[in-house]
């Protein structure tokens, strides 16, 4: 079954600092989002993506953030200049088509700053 | 707005007993439902839907009824395993209001032999 992948699976960066996070969503899918999830808390949405532009972004998502599809194969997350509370799990999805179906996800980046 | 308030864990329960894992839910619209699963060290799978009220998801002896009157998808399965050890996640998606989920905080469940 096709599955979204995540790389890398965990990512230690010093505050400040630019960090990547790649996603290879599912081939035929057109939706791709970004969540992430603080340790114990709720996953939360940051963004969503399609016709290589941003349709959704939450408050979280702001001007240190940015989403790109640089090729046809990958969904990346930017986040220009870490935070401490960056820290978290962060999750890419996609979806084939919208209208309330399942989103598939990746196993996930750890992302630790430091 | 949309949310998901979903039971507190930790949850342990000896194997072949009942589970009920208790979701409820606020939307603006008319949501879908879901309850995803994640295995240590895994991502978020999908484990069951329901797109209406009084749809009923199933998968893997796991089961949750879309009750409208309640705003509720507890999620239910009659004789618990080892291997279904796991974070449970309430989702809801409302097209009305964008493509995002909503999740809840998740409920850990350790199952023992």
């Known amino acids: 079954e096709p599955e979204v992948t995540q790389t890398p699976s965990h990512q230690v960066t010093q505050m400040g600092q630019e960090v990547i996070l790649r996603c290879v969503p599912i081939?035929?899918?057109?939706?791709f989002y970004w969540y992430r999830q603080i340790l114990g808390q709720k996953v939360e949405f940051l963004v969503s993506?399609?016709?290589?532009?941003?349709?959704?972004k939450s408050e979280i998502f702001d001007d240190q953030f940015s989403v790109e599809r640089p090729d046809g194969s990958n969904f990346t997350l930017k986040i220009r200049s870490t935070k401490l509370e960056d820290s978290a799990m962060y999750f890419c999805?996609?979806?084939?088509?919208?209208?309330?179906?399942?989103?598939?996800f990746g196993d996930g980046t750890r992302l630790s700053i430091l | 707005g949309n949310s998901v308030t979903q039971m507190e864990g930790p949850v342990t329960l000896s194997e072949e007993a009942f589970l009920t894992i208790n979701c409820t839910y606020t939307?603006?619209?008319?949501?879908?439902l879901f309850w995803y699963v994640q295995y240590p060290g895994e991502g978020l799978q999908l484990l069951l839907k329901?797109?209406?009220?009084?749809d009923k998801g199933s998968n893997k002896g796991f089961e949750a009824t879309y009750r409208k009157e309640t705003t509720s998808f507890h999620l239910e399965k009659g004789s618990v395993q080892v291997s279904d050890s796991a974070v449970y996640f309430c989702?809801?998606?409302?097209?009305?209001?964008?493509?995002?989920?909503?999740f809840g905080t998740g409920t850990s469940l350790t199952v023992i032999p």
């Open positions: 081939s035929n899918h057109l939706y």
């Open positions: 329901a797109t209406k009220a009084d």
């Open positions: 999805a996609s979806s084939e088509v919208l209208g309330n179906q399942p989103q598939h």
């Open positions: 939307a603006t619209g008319y949501p879908s």
């Open positions: 989702a809801l998606s409302d097209r009305g209001t964008g493509n995002q989920f909503y």
């Open positions: 993506f399609y016709n290589n532009e941003i349709s959704e």
